[in-house]
């Protein structure tokens, strides 16, 4: 404890200090409770998104080998679909931390790049399962970053509440614990100097 000259005003400013410092750690710990819920939905999302990207997938290579088994090689048609790089990235705030909202406009193929006749069903089945992964493949990155990010600020969040539950209120404690017990020695003194003062005045009186 850093030595504290015992006067009232100390003990009301440190007094002020700690009630801050308590604010601050019911702050920080229902930020902290806020954010490990919003992490720990996120974390189920991305698991869920993960497995649908895995059926889509399974189902994908399925369809486009089902049509590779009729058309042979289907490089030439794959080449004629447009590439997708269309990103956009919004952010959302929860409890001060950037969340990142990321959406992918998709444009329609244009069968008639490739042409009905030169295609089958199968291969249909498969550009359209292909792009649904694409389309997933971004919302479990979008998932991902905004769990790495609460992570990251979960962890921040819980050191500042313990430095304040380790270290600054138990000083503040300490602060006006000294400042009260030397205040009250004070006052005692103070009032055993009064009464031998009286005493001595009463003797010298009478």
Do not use: H, W
Not at 8 to 37: C, W
Not at 148 to 157: G, N, P, S
């Amino acid at each position: 404890m850093a030595q504290v000259f015992p006067t009232k005003a100390n003990l009301i400013s440190t007094k002020k200090s700690l009630e801050l410092a308590r604010q601050g750690y019911d702050l920080m710990d229902r930020k902290r409770n806020i954010l490990v819920r919003e992490m720990m939905a996120l974390i189920d999302e991305a698991k869920a998104v993960q497995s649908q990207i895995g059926e889509v997938y399974a189902d994908a290579f399925s369809a486009l080998k089902r049509a590779m088994l009729n058309l042979g090689d289907c490089s030439n048609f794959v080449g004629a679909i447009p590439c997708e790089d269309d990103l956009t990235i919004d952010y959302r705030s929860v409890m001060g931390v950037e969340l990142p909202t990321v959406t992918l406009t998709q444009t329609d193929i244009d069968v008639r790049s490739f042409g009905f006749a030169m295609t089958n069903s199968d291969f249909d089945e498969a550009c359209r399962l292909f792009r649904e992964v694409k389309r997933l493949t971004v919302r479990l990155a979008e998932t991902e970053s905004s769990v790495c990010r609460l992570a990251d600020a979960v962890k921040k969040t819980q050191k500042r509440s313990n430095a304040l539950s380790n270290i600054m209120i138990p000083r503040f404690e300490e602060t006006v614990k000294f400042i009260t017990e030397a205040l009250d020695e004070k006052e005692r003194e103070d009032f055993s100097r009064l009464k031998v003062t009286k005493r001595n005045k009463e003797k010298k009186d009478s």
